[in-house]
């Protein structure tokens, strides 16, 4: 699939000279520039447990470094005096990923997550999911390959979180909500109605739990995703849980992947690497 808007405005960026807001390098990559840092994005992929076949990737932004590894600039949020000077960085990262996605014709059956950092849940307005769809629909981009994936959130956030997740979702956004462990997962489910459920399993101490999480997530039409999975005890754990879950589970951890930038196409459909490879 090709993308005739997307790609004229490639072909405009390459003539733009660098360190300005926003450049391609020679081989293509978008690069954009903020707070004297220049930055651009990294994907680390979400897998199928059985088969290892790449679904979606999550949108990481980092320094710009030659070895492709990069520092997170997430803490730029931290530290930036205002709110508006954080939405705008939010913007220009997101403006990178999708960019950077969509110009890898590898990726473009996967889905795209872009992290919500904690501090735009109370910083986002009511225009702030109609600009980003704004910004995809001028350049000919599918929003529905988008899930937008909100942080941990704590019992005083939850008003906020309706107010967020609403507001993408009117925008036809999906969502995703990340949660520190399967029982969180239960809580919020149906609380804030996700698409998409991502549980931190660097420990997965209630397999019971685990499975309870998975039909209740088939019963209401959400997927659930398994972050950070970095051990082979957990791994072996997972596997347990596919002999009974009702829906293929979904994986994603440095056991596979270590973030990057640029895909090939035996990444996404030839024979995927041995588990504990990275690239």
């Given amino acids: 699939m090709t993308f005739p808007a997307l790609q004229d405005y490639l072909d405009r960026l390459r003539h733009t000279p660098v360190d300005t807001s926003l450049w391609l390098d020679p081989q293509g990559k978008a690069h954009g520039r903020y707070l004297n840092s ?3 994005s990294v994907y680390q992929p979400i897998r199928t447990l059985a088969d290892h076949r790449i679904v979606g990737v999550q949108g990481y932004m980092r320094s710009h470094s030659r070895n492709d590894a990069g520092l997170s600039v997430w803490k730029l949020l931290d530290t930036v ?4 000077q954080s939405i705008e960085l939010d913007r220009l990262c997101r ?9 890898q014709p590898e990726l473009v059956d996967a889905d795209l997550y872009l992290s919500v950092h904690a501090r735009l849940l109370s910083a986002v307005d009511s225009n702030h999911g109609m600009s980003f769809r704004h910004v995809l629909d001028v350049l000919g981009l599918p929003h529905r390959k988008i ?10 956030q939850a008003w906020i979180a309706h107010y967020v997740a609403d507001n993408y979702r009117r925008n ?9 462990d399967v029982r969180q997962g239960l809580a919020q489910l149906t609380q804030i109605r996700p698409d998409v459920i991502k549980v931190d399993v660097r420990e997965l101490y209630d397999e019971v739990a685990a499975l309870d999480l998975l039909l209740e997530a088939q019963t209401n039409h959400v997927s659930v995703v398994f972050k950070r999975v970095e051990s082979q005890g957990v791994h072996d754990k997972l596997l347990r849980l596919a002999e009974r879950a009702p829906q293929s589970l979904k994986v994603q951890g440095h056991l596979w992947d270590q973030p990057r930038s640029v895909f090939a196409e035996w990444d996404i459909v030839s024979e995927q690497q041995p ?3 990275t690239s």
């Fill in 147 to 156: 899930i937008l994936q909100l942080p941990m959130i704590q019992p005083d």
């Fill in 275 to 277: 588990l504990g490879a």
């Fill in 38 to 40: 220049t930055l651009t």
């Fill in 81 to 84: 005096a205002t709110d508006d």
């Fill in 172 to 180: 036809g956004f999906r969502l995703a909500i990340n949660v520190a």
């Fill in 95 to 103: 403006l990178l990923h999708v960019l950077n996605f969509y110009r």
